[in-house]
């Protein structure tokens, strides 16, 4: 599949997705809002597809909202101006929901809705040259937008999350790893193949396997507790164990070997 604003590519149980607005630094306009969120609503029902990974053509993963694509917020009504919200902000929990691991390379700036995006990954990679920020409380609007007062206080601490909300300020790559924000900091031209090396990982993994660790994690950090969290734990051991692709599994590791899943 290949659109003008959206790139994306299948490789059998990998996809990946380009944000293709290189020269507005892959901005969000309308048509890439629409086909993003879309393209990760349809994620949630394809089993063919364990691992994602989410690319800005350029040298930007994306700058956020296209401000001259949208018509003055003053000028909607509320129920317009409510619908163009969650239009946007449906994107994060489809990112969230859809079972497989979305591997972030954060090249450049992520700044806004591009921000929402990196954190609302599994997995940040980032270049030297990468800055992100909630921007939108530069431009009027309040920082706790898209997810971002969901994800980052989760991340990084509340107090360490107030210091960049509050100020809209860059989060640079040193930081970012400082504050385990991102997995790693690599070259610009070895992102991709960092990229790969986390894909190749995680594919070692049984499908059932990769999608229940996402699915508990996501769970856990909400939980009411560790009996709530090991409850869910035991049930997801219970089911990878009766799978059918488990035996392959164990016999890949002590054979030393890529494993060959039969399921879905």
């Not at 090396?197 to 396997?209: C, Q, S």
Request: aromatic fraction near 6%; hydrophobic fraction near 45%.
């Amino acid at each position: 599949m290949s659109e003008s604003n959206l790139i994306v590519e299948e490789d059998g149980p990998v996809m990946r997705v380009t944000l293709n607005r290189p020269e507005q630094l892959n901005a969000l306009d309308v048509p890439l809002v629409d086909a993003v969120r879309e393209l990760f609503v349809s994620l949630y029902w394809r089993r063919d597809i364990r691992v994602v990974v989410l690319k800005g053509a350029g040298r930007a993963f994306c700058a956020g909202l296209d401000l001259k694509q949208e018509r003055k917020i003053t000028e909607r009504t509320v129920t317009e101006a409510m619908l163009s919200q969650r239009k946007i902000s449906e994107i994060v929990i489809a990112m969230r929901r859809c079972t497989q691991p979305i591997i972030a390379l954060v090249d450049g700036p992520a700044s806004g809705g591009g921000f929402a995006m990196a954190l609302a990954s599994d997995i940040r990679i980032a270049t030297p040259r990468t800055r992100m920020n909630a921007a939108f409380i530069r431009i009027g609007l309040s920082a706790c937008d898209i997810g971002v007062s969901y994800f980052l206080p989760r991340m990084v601490g509340s107090a360490v999350a107030a210091d960049y909300m509050l100020t809209g300020r860059f989060i640079t790559a040193d930081e970012a790893l400082h504050l385990r924000l991102v997995s790693r900091v690599v070259p610009i031209e070895e992102v991709e193949a960092t990229g790969e090396y986390f894909v190749e990982e995680m594919l070692h993994a049984t499908p059932i396997g990769l999608r229940l660790t996402k699915e508990a994690l996501n769970h856990a950090i909400d939980a009411s507790g560790l009996e709530a969290a090991i409850a869910m734990e035991d049930r997801n051991q219970t089911l990878c164990s009766r799978d059918i692709d488990f035996a392959e599994g164990i016999a890949a590791f002590r054979e030393k070997r890529k494993p060959l899943y039969k399921g879905n």
